[in-house]
Structure formats: structure tokens, C-alpha cells
């Protein structure tokens, strides 16, 4: 996608100085646009676990990344090597756990060095497994965008073409992915075409990456859109508002359970009471082939206290602050993901097509990872 008319991705390789990978460092946005060097896997760690770079694609596509800076940094000799690549894809696969795409994507690459040939074959292998996993990342998103853009066209026909009005939760838009994004590439490719859209922007507490990264973005696409409250969606349905949920997933099960940032089944909920489509965007490898019951088996993360004690923000003077928000005596719990069942979902929008959330109908698009069970 393009910032101020300039192509960019979230992630990738310095091209004049490979050992160095850059991000796009999202804790700063929107108040200001930065790109980060990554020279280290402790570094992408850190990245990762602080949300410089978030979003299931591309935390895995920085893991993949993470795991080539390894690579390159490990000592020559055979044993030793192994021993640290092995010890820095754990490290990795602990710094995020929900979003299955970063354990994917590590030993996706991990299972390349362990092939390779020789200490220059192995990080050859992993900087072009790492590349190909984020071309594969961009073009899933781009093909995210294909599938579910007949909903939107068939919206607005049904609206004689008038606004179509797009809730969406989190950011599940191109800062999401490598680029495109999952719930935000479909209303990319109608805007694009010309269809009106519009699109409802809930804030996200506590880390806002709604009100922060997808009106951010948006707003570079010049996309209309209107930020609420994480308590204003149901509303909204009740009055009509709202023609369709788009949402992304972290984890979704081969059976329709989804796991998505923390408020998402609750949109779910009045999504169901007010007959409004739910959608969820998801991609190949966001799939978890090995589980069943996404209540039970998905681990939710819980992340520290502070993001809900403070907040970060303008002064009336321009300047960056960070205040608190919460009284300190108080106790605070911070899950960071829920998990909605399948019957809620009205349907799944894939990098392959459309189909319901349930075992069947996923096993109709996707045959071949089925069969690998």
C-alpha cells in the first residue's frame, strides 16, 4: 500500500544491507511515521513481543525474518549452529502465542537450515524461505481482497448504490499483513472500483489499533470512515448503520471457531440479534488444522497491566505523553483475544474463495491441508 504516494511494505530486507530488516514500528503511529532496523532475532523478539510489527500475517512473516538474522548471526561450527537456531525459534514462537502464523512461519524455516547444505546454504535458504513466505503473505492478501469483494458489489446493488456502511474490529488491514490485508483488502478493492463505502472504526482498547493503525490507514487510502467507541457497534446495528461485519482472525480452527482480538464476539453477538453478516477474513496459514474447539484448545494471551493503565496521546501542545488512567490500587486483567464460535460466523472469506465456517465447508477449499491431517 502507499503512504503520502510511496510504496511501501510492512516488512523487508534492506536492500543494501541485507542483514538488516526493516519494519514499519506501529507503536509509534499515527503520530508519526518510522521505519525500524532489525539487525538481530533478539531484536525481532522484542519487535514482535512489543508490538513494533503486529497482526498474524506479518508477525509471522517477522518471525520468518527473525529466524534468517539467526541464521546469520549463528557460529560456523555444525553443532553449535543448530543448537542456536533451535533455541532462537523457541524464543520466537513464545514472544506472540495466539497467532498461529508466527509457529508456523518459524518452522517453515527452521525445517530449510535443518536441509541445507553447509553454514552460506543454510542462511541462503533461510533469507529466501523468509522472502518467499512474505510474497506469499502480500499475494494471500491481495486474493483476501478478490473473494470478498462481490459482497460489498452486491451490498451497494441492493442499496442502489448508495453508502455501503463496513464495521470493522482491530486493525485487520494492510499493517496487519506484508500488504492488502485480510478484513480491510476487500473494502480496498471496492473503493478502488468505485463502489461507496464506508467504514466504522471501533478504537480497540486498550491498545487502539483501530482508532490508531486501521483509521490511519484508511485515511492514506483515502477510504471514508468514522471512528467509535468499542461500546457504540451494537448501537449502530439496532439503528440500521451497519450493513456487514468485517473482521480478521489470528486463529481460526478447521471447524469455524475464530480467534480474534479481544471485543470481537461480542460484535459477533449483536451482529446475530440484528441479522447482520459477519464476516471473517481469513488466509491459508491462519488456519489451525490440529484442533477442534477453539474455546478449549486456542491459548489466549494475556498482556501486562499497563496497557490498560495508561494511555499514550497529544498534549494540547503536540507533545507525545503517556498518562494514567486507572486508579494504581486497583487490579487490572488484560486478555488480549476471544474466541467466537463458529455459529456466529456468517461466512469465511479466504485467499481461496468463500465458504461457512464449519468443518465441511472449509475442508471443501482447502482439500489438500485436510488431507495432510
Known amino acids: 500500500m502507499e503512504v503520502k504516494g510511496k510504496h511501501y511494505r510492512t516488512i523487508w530486507v534492506d536492500n543494501d544491507s541485507p542483514h538488516i530488516v526493516k519494519i514499519i514500528d506501529q507503536t509509534l503511529l499515527p503520530f508519526e511515521f518510522s521505519i525500524k532496523q532489525i539487525s538481530t532475532c533478539a531484536e525481532m523478539v522484542l519487535a514482535i513481543k512489543d508490538m513494533h510489527v503486529r497482526g498474524a500475517g506479518l508477525i509471522g512473516a517477522a518471525g520468518a525474518y527473525g529466524m534468517y538474522l539467526a541464521a546469520g548471526e549463528a557460529t560456523q561450527d555444525a553443532e553449535f549452529f543448530m543448537d542456536h537456531i533451535r533455541g532462537s ?5 513464545q514472544s506472540r502465542p495466539t497467532a498461529i502464523n508466527l509457529e508456523w512461519a518459524v518452522n517453515r524455516v527452521l525445517r530449510v537450515i535443518e536441509r ?13 524461505e523468509a522472502q518467499k513466505i512474505a510474497d506469499e503473505d502480500a499475494d494471500s492478501g491481495r486474493k483476501i481482497g478478490v473473494s470478498g469483494l462481490p459482497l460489498i458489489e452486491n451490498a451497494s446493488r441492493q442499496k442502489k448504490g448508495q453508502t455501503v456502511n463496513i464495521l470493522t474490529h482491530c486493525n485487520a488491514g494492510w499493517l496487519a499483513l506484508v500488504d492488502y490485508g485480510t478484513a480491510l483488502s476487500p473494502v480496498y478493492a471496492a473503493h478502488k472500483k ?9 478504537e480497540t482498547r486498550p491498545r487502539n489499533q483501530g482508532a490508531f493503525l486501521t483509521a490511519w490507514e484508511l485515511s492514506q487510502a483515502g477510504v471514508p470512515h468514522t471512528i467509535i467507541t468499542d461500546n457504540e457497534g451494537g448501537l449502530l446495528m439496532q439503528k440500521n448503520s451497519v450493513d456487514m461485519v468485517i473482521v480478521g482472525s489470528d486463529r481460526t480452527t478447521h471447524t469455524g471457531d ?15 440479534d440484528n441479522n ?8 491459508s496459514s491462519s488456519f489451525d488444522w490440529h484442533i477442534s474447539d477453539g474455546l478449549k484448545d486456542i491459548p489466549i494471551e494475556q498482556r501486562c497491566d499497563e496497557e490498560v493503565r495508561f494511555i499514550t496521546g497529544l498534549d ?3 507533545k507525545k505523553t503517556r498518562v494514567a488512567i486507572v486508579p494504581a490500587e486497583s487490579p487490572v486483567s488484560n486478555y488480549s483475544f476471544d474466541v467466537t464460535p463458529a455459529k456466529f460466523v456468517t461466512a469465511l472469506i479466504t485467499d481461496r474463495g468463500i465458504c461457512n465456517a464449519d468443518k465441511e465447508s472449509i475442508a471443501s477449499l482447502f482439500p489438500d491441508k485436510i488431507n495432510k491431517q
Open 89 to 93: 525459534a523457541k524464543r520466537l514462537k
Open 116 to 128: 541445507a547444505e553447509g553454514f552460506s546454504g543454510k542462511v541462503k535458504a533461510a533469507f529466501q
Open 194 to 202: 468505485g463502489v461507496n463505502v464506508h467504514v466504522w472504526v471501533d
Open 258 to 272: 475464530v480467534a480474534n482480538k479481544i471485543g470481537t464476539y461480542l460484535k459477533a453477538l449483536a451482529a446475530a
Open 276 to 283: 447482520i453478516p459477519f464476516y471473517v477474513a481469513v488466509y
Open 316 to 318: 494540547e501542545s503536540g
